[in-house]
């Protein structure tokens, strides 16, 4: 079957601009995350949703980062004027229902602030 | 805090040569612990995880709770093990989020 899929693959924006990162995860998965990895970095944790709701955005790094997950499924983590410390590759992921249920996570979105 | 350290960055044996990649980590309790690889231009999927105590492409690891460690170890690496890999932490009653390691590059050669 599918897996989680995260478009688009590359985004290349100015700094100041917005920008909508989109993660379909699995059919079926309740649970999804993101992640931030910057070079030379293993992933860093920036929010999880149970279902519809935010059940932990303790990663957020300020209020220019949001996410949403309206009907459960589709994620857009958006960021709002981008700076150059923002370039990185945003990684989804989705799980079953949580708790240990095994993570898949996508190919990843390559942006690049300049 | 949570933390997950991985001291090496790279890491290169031949093949056959027993190859083990150290994590150490550091949480106030009980987390589980995973392993996860990234082939090249692969995704990043999970290898094994302790609560399972599975063997996955010969790879094992034991958690230590003394020494708070989860090494991960194979007798004898395969030229296809080259890959990247990140030790994971996840806290139990919370969201299971994963703590990552910086990761350790694996490099086999023939």
């Known amino acids: 079957g599918a897996g989680v899929s995260q478009t688009p693959s590359n985004k290349v924006t100015e700094k100041g601009k917005y920008v909508e990162l989109r993660c379909d995860p699995i059919s079926g998965h309740t649970a999804l995350y993101w992640y931030r990895q910057s070079l030379g970095q293993g992933p860093e944790f920036l929010i999880y949703?149970?279902?519809?709701?935010?059940?932990?955005d303790s990663g957020l790094p300020n209020d220019r980062f949001f996410a949403v997950r309206p009907e459960g499924s589709v994620s857009t983590l958006k960021i709002q004027r981008t700076e150059r410390g923002d370039s990185a590759v945003y990684l989804c992921?989705?799980?079953?229902?949580?708790?240990?249920?095994?993570?898949?996570f996508g190919p990843g979105t390559r942006l690049t602030v300049l | 805090a949570q933390r997950v350290t991985q001291p090496e960055k790279l890491l290169s044996v031949f093949k056959g040569a027993p190859v083990e990649l150290k994590c150490n980590y550091s949480y106030s309790g009980s987390p589980e612990l995973f392993w996860y690889v990234q082939y090249s231009r692969q995704r990043l999927q999970l290898l094994l995880r302790h609560i399972s105590r599975e063997s996955i492409k010969g790879f094992t690891a034991d958690l230590n709770k003394g020494e708070t460690s989860f090494h991960l170890k194979k007798p004898f690496a395969q030229e296809e093990d080259s890959a990247m890999y990140y030790c994971?932490?996840?806290?139990?009653?919370?969201?299971?989020?994963?703590?990552f390691g910086k990761g350790t590059k694996l490099t086999v050669n023939p």
């Open positions: 949703f149970q279902g519809t709701g935010a059940a932990d």
């Open positions: 994971a932490l996840s806290g139990k009653g919370g969201s299971e989020k994963l703590v």
């Open positions: 992921a989705s799980s079953l229902s949580g708790g240990y249920n095994e993570q898949f």
